[in-house]
């Protein structure tokens, strides 16, 4: 499975964005799909996470209620729509699959995109 991430760029504090991941590749659309992010210098961390069917998501606490993951699989697609960005939301996003495991440990993730920046100005 390939991921390719986009969307990403800046934007003000207040404001919006939405991700986008492109899949390509057999049975992507059966994986566990999640989003991570990470700023300079701090570790990866979890975002968001959603199953195959789109009908179980989990979020982080820090995101819950401002971001909201979904997903067509007719497009092969993974999207994150973010609103009420704050500066601490600022890194480069990751989208990720994972054909058996659900959950926030990005070590448990074996296919990743190449990342997505997203600047948050105050």
């Known amino acids: 499975v390939q991921l390719q991430a986009s969307g990403g760029g800046l934007v003000q504090a207040g404001g919006s964005l939405r991700l986008s991941c492109a899949a390509s590749?057999?049975?992507?659309?059966?994986?566990?799909m999640a989003w991570f992010r990470q700023a300079p210098g701090k570790e990866r961390e979890f975002v968001a996470v959603i199953d195959w069917s789109g009908g179980m998501k989990d979020y982080a606490d820090s995101v819950k209620g401002r971001f909201t993951i979904s997903r067509n699989n007719a497009k092969s697609s993974l999207y994150l729509q973010m609103n009420s960005l704050k500066p601490e939301d600022s890194g480069v996003y990751y989208c990720a699959g994972e054909r058996t495991k659900w959950g926030p440990n990005w070590h448990d993730y074996d296919y990743w995109g190449q990342g997505t920046l997203v600047t948050v100005s105050s």
């Open positions: 590749g057999r049975a992507s659309s059966s994986y566990y």
